[in-house]
């Protein structure tokens, strides 16, 4: 071991601890053991070896570019569908596979939240209440999660946008994950990842799961505010 | 991270077996190349992951396979074909990775059970079993520090507090427990 605040190169195994990416040079066979050891632990953390869903969109993208350049083989609708993992079974939920198809084509920001609540299964209280969920200045450019005694769900601020979603799962309703590294909601029951639009971004079920049920949200002074059912 | 690395992958112009794989079109044939990227790209990625244990070098692995995989693979052979090809195209891309950044091979893609991870990828608690067998024939405080590090996910500076150590004894004992573990998998293999 180096003397401590001695600066060294840090040890793969180390940066693996870290989940940070490894650092280049030569390494000895104990080195090389501890580092197997330690790829194989770090794997061992459920759901630590799924993609952030940025990058999923990144390399799509940046494919889809080089397909523009020459390949022969055309970008569909349908195709950039089943990329977010809303496949088929989103389209063919009819008006909620057309939200899905307009809050996929457009930025976060350009997604209408009232279109979209209406549209999408939303949770739309008849005589519900607007109830407090958040401070604005806490989800400026950043999803937080809130509880209601009647539910639990995601707000975010994107541009100046707020949108706000149920935070149970729409495949069994399992409650989601804020995973704010990755900027997206996980289910901890399956492989499967919400934007926190809402907006499926993976998953490995024999069919999509629909996008997640979007609810009424207001800005109400330095308040978010979302439409909730009445309590008694 | 531009660097192709094609030099071993199977062309486009013949399959795993040098059968020729543009002729017909495969019945369960990709419709187009978003279609192929959705179904593998998590797959391909949770792999990689499993190889390299961080995050960035995972991306960029799974960046170069696709980009390596992109200009000669055909559309038109079976789901099958495809992911024998990216299982190959992994095998090649994991090995040079390792050779530009240690110049050891540190973990094998190996190609069968690529294609089998990439078609039937392993549910969520193999791995977790797996490493927990481990850890259990460590000694306590070095089982410990793991499960904080690698399972719980906790920096070494919270790792340290919990276990009401120094950061620079949590370090050295961080190391001497992947030591420890490196050595339970190699009595185990």
């Known amino acids: ?232 | 991270m531009a660097e192709r690395e094609g030099g071993q992958a199977p062309k486009g112009g013949a399959g795993p077996e040098g059968r020729p794989l543009h002729v017909v079109r495969a019945g369960d044939a990709y419709g187009d190349w978003e279609e192929l990227y959705a179904d593998n790209v998590v797959r391909l990625y949770r792999l990689l992951y499993s190889k390299v244990g961080n995050r960035a070098d995972a991306e960029d692995l799974t960046t170069e396979v696709f980009l390596a995989a992109f200009g000669p693979l055909r559309l038109d052979v079976s789901r099958g074909e495809v992911r024998a090809y990216l299982a190959k195209t992994a095998h090649t891309v994991l090995a040079s990775f390792w050779r530009r950044r240690l110049g050891r091979e540190i973990t094998v893609v190996d190609l069968d059970a690529a294609e089998e991870f990439l078609e039937r990828p392993p549910a969520d608690g193999h791995n977790a079993r797996r490493a927990q067998g481990i850890l259990a024939r460590l000694p306590a405080r070095s089982r410990r520090i793991l499960e904080l590090r690698f399972l719980e996910r906790q920096s070494l500076r919270d790792s340290a507090e919990a276990m009401g150590i120094t950061v620079g004894n949590a370090k050295v004992l961080q190391h001497r427990a992947l030591r420890m573990a490196a050595q339970v998998r190699e009595d185990e293999s």
């Not at chain 1, 080089?66 to 009819?94: D, K």
């Open chain 1, 1 to 232: 071991m180096s003397p401590l605040g001695h600066r060294r190169r840090r040890r793969p195994s180390e940066a693996v601890a870290d989940n940070a990416p490894i650092p280049a040079g030569p390494v000895d066979d104990e080195e090389v053991a501890a580092l197997r050891a330690a790829i194989e632990l770090r794997a061992a953390q459920p759901a630590a070896d799924l993609p952030a869903a940025e990058f999923v969109d990144g390399l799509r993208r940046r494919l889809g570019e080089l397909e523009g350049e020459g390949r022969p083989a055309r970008v569909g609708r349908r195709a950039f569908l089943t990329v977010a993992g809303a496949g088929a079974g989103a389209v063919a939920a009819g008006v909620a596979g057309a939200v899905v198809d307009r809050t996929l084509l457009q930025p976060p920001s350009h997604a209408s939240q009232a279109q979209g609540s209406a549209a999408q299964g939303a949770l739309d209280p008849i005589g519900g209440g607007w109830v407090r969920v958040a401070g604005v200045d806490e989800v400026t450019g950043r999803t937080v999660s809130f509880t209601t005694p009647g539910v639990v769900g995601f707000v975010t601020e994107r541009a100046g946008d707020l949108v706000a979603v149920s935070g149970a799962c729409s495949h069994q309703g399992c409650l989601l994950k804020l995973n704010e590294a990755a900027e997206r909601l996980d289910c901890p029951c399956h492989r499967t990842a919400f934007s926190a639009e809402g907006r499926l971004l993976f998953h490995q079920l024999d069919t999509a799961p629909p996008p997640l049920a979007r609810l009424q949200v207001r800005r109400n002074g330095d308040a978010v505010e979302v439409l909730l059912p009445q309590q008694a």
